[in-house]
């Protein structure tokens, strides 16, 4: 017992403690979040060190290398006195100092590396979204995307706002064009089209109900519409204009064509109604309807001249037509006459030296006019000297009116009414009724031509004076007044006219047509005295000499003479038309008369034997 007590004595006395507040005066106190460092003191690395600042506030600060307000866990610290300058920083945690966008709470990124560090790398929000970019035009298209760090697929992009990823012309980048969509995406189709001169849907006048449109090259506006159909001239109102007419006007579809208008060029024959594709081809010497031929699938023949022995060398002056087609007679200079009795047979001569003529003894005064009374189918024949003969085909019974001037013929003569009064006029503008060569009246001027107009009345047309200068007359004689002193027509356009008329011919009540010298052509109705003039058709002027009209028509044929060589021309109320064209060639003689009884048969005769029939085999 002894020996323990003394051991535990030694014990004591040798190894004695120190007390704790010895021991914690020796070494730095351990500090942390939960135990502070006392008064004067800072926590430094877990140790409680003295403070440099006194009786100040010190902080402990860490190097902050990136500069993003967190530093290193094992960063090197300093203790500051004031405010932590830039590059320091008083929280700890930073898991890479190197990188400012690595940090405690930072948002995670999809870059492969810790950003908030937690430990893990890509977690919590990812930063990226794709888009579809289907047109592959850089944009994808509206609406919402794949939330991914990398992209689901190689058509993927992360910029959106393309409003129709199907074209790869229409994005947010795009210049709008002029094409009815939205090019740039913005919300509105061609926005750059919409103002100023030509805006999209504004009226235009190019066309019909026009409006501005976008043109081919989406580049601007262009005025479409329906065409307006150009309009042509229908002169003979029968509905087609005439070949390779130009245009007049233009007409929009749907409109009324106005009067005298058409919308095709198919007439080829613009003067006169009754030729055009729609007509009926007939035996006229014409294209009636428009194929380009004449009398097609007709065997009606041609505008000939006729040969015949009797007609060979003859001056013919007139020719008459009985209304059926025949008897046709022929009279001319030295007394000359023939008949044709039917169409199979010839013609039989008359003339001054059978016993068959008419006129004097020995004949061979000179015939100027001719008529054939349809009531009897006798000759009125008129001529030289004041002679009148009638030939009823067999004989001729002969008289000679006593005109009274020297050199004085009858150069016209016509029936009138039924039973028909004869009459004729002379070159020193006298009127006869050939009945008893009874004379009706004298005028101060020269007759030419006489045309009876229905039942009552005559036209005589000649000249004033008996020299140049002449002026062109035509007087109304009438059954009311006895067919004495005649009315005188006014002929409107012939002032100034240095010429006579030298034949009428009443067509209609409305339609008188009287032709004269120098292409004088003048046109008059049994309803006015005015008679307006007639310009004559284009090319070389024609001196007129003999006019006449198919019965119920409107058409005059008028027979004319350029130099020595003689033409038919032939007037419509519409203006002048195409004429038959002699077979083979046009005469190289002068014409001198015509008569007919329809488009489809008439007679022209002249100098040197020369009588034309139409239809001649």
Known sequence: MMRWSVALLLLFTVCSVPSLEELQGERPLACDAQHACGSGQVCVLGACQESPCGSASPTVAYLDADGD????????????????????????????????????????????????????METGVVNKVWYLDHDRDSFGRNGPGTEACDPPSELHVEVTGDCDDERADIHPNAVDACNGLDDNCDGRADERFTDGPGALGTACTEFCNGTYACNDAQTGTVCVGTPPTPLYADADNDGEGEKDGAPVGELCPGTPLPPMMTDNTRDCDDADPGTNTQATEVCDGLDNDCDGQVDEQMSCGSLRKVEDPV??????????????????WVAGLGGKLAVKMDATSAFVSHSGDTTTHCGPAGNTLNWHAAWVNPENNYLVVVGEDGWMGEHNGGSCFS???????????????VGVG??????????????????????????????????????????????????????????????????????????????????????????????????????????????SRDWERVLPPAGPVLNYVSVAAPPGTMNAYVIGNEGNAGRLQRLTPHGWAKAPAFTPSAPNVPLRGIAMT???????????????????P
Not at 314 to 328: C, E, I
Not at 457 to 482: D, F, K, Q
Not at 598 to 616: C, K, L, M, R
């Open 598 to 616: 329809s488009s489809s048969n008439f007679w022209i005769v002249g100098d040197d034997g020369h009588v034309y029939h139409f239809p001649e």
């Open 311 to 328: 007609l060979a060398g003859g001056n013919w002056r007139t020719v008459a037509v009985h209304p059926s087609g025949y008897p046709v």
């Open 69 to 120: 307000g967190f530093a290193a866990v094992n960063a090197p610290s300093r203790v500051f006195c004031g405010a932590v300058p830039a590059g320091y920083a008083t929280t700890l945690g930073d898991c890479d100092d190197a990188r400012a966008e690595a940090y405690p709470g930072a948002p995670e990124l999809c870059n492969g590396l810790d950003d908030n560090c937690d430990g893990r």
């Open 399 to 413: 008289i000679q009116a006593d005109l009274p001037g020297k050199n004085d013929y009858f150069s016209s003569v």
């Open 418 to 527: 039924r039973p028909a009064q004869l009459f004729a006029v002379s070159t020193l503008g006298h009127l006869y009724e050939a009945t008893g060569a009874t004379h009706r009246h004298d005028s101060s001027g020269r007759y030419w031509g006489l045309h009876a107009n229905g039942q009552d009345a005559l036209y005589a047309v000649g000249s004033t004076g008996e020299s140049s200068p002449l002026t062109p007359v035509a007087s109304l004689y009438t059954r009311n007044t006895n067919w004495g002193t005649p009315a005188a027509h006014n002929l409107q356009g012939t002032e100034g006219y240095n010429g006579g008329l030298r034949a009428v011919w009443a067509a209609s009540a409305e339609h008188i047509y009287a032709v004269g010298d120098a292409g004088l052509v003048v046109k008059g109705s049994g309803q």
